[in-house]
């Protein structure tokens, strides 16, 4: 989904006719498509290592309050899925609506503050 901005040309502005200038983020495009499948893999990670880190050492671990008392009702299984699932739409939507900034800023809060303290976890018990 590109964006059009509007430029006067030199012949245009005396005439007052306003041209369409071709997209020129392409680069940028292509480094959201990189941001988005980190995002979508962070993602994936966060859940396998949560629910790893759940089914090992009981759903009291899990941090997130709202996730856990989910947990409790319907499985931690169901309920990462569901979790995850509207997380990577959430994303596709920023993706789509090319906020990209704000989809790297959420993927490196993510892989910091689910998936590294996951990761250092499984590693210390290897």
Known sequence: ??????????????????????????????????????????????GGLTYWGVSRFGIELEMNGLLATWMHEIGPAPTLFVAKTLACLCGFILYRAE?????????????????VPWAFLMAALS
């Open 1 to 46: 989904m590109g964006t059009v901005t509007w430029q006067r040309t030199q012949t245009g502005a005396s005439h007052g006719v306003a041209v369409a200038a071709a997209p020129s983020h392409v680069a940028d495009l292509e480094q959201g498509r990189l941001v988005f499948c980190l995002f979508l893999v962070i993602q994936l990670l966060d």
């Open 99 to 115: 906020y990209l900034r704000p989809l790297a800023i959420v993927a490196g809060l993510c892989l910091g503050v689910a998936v």
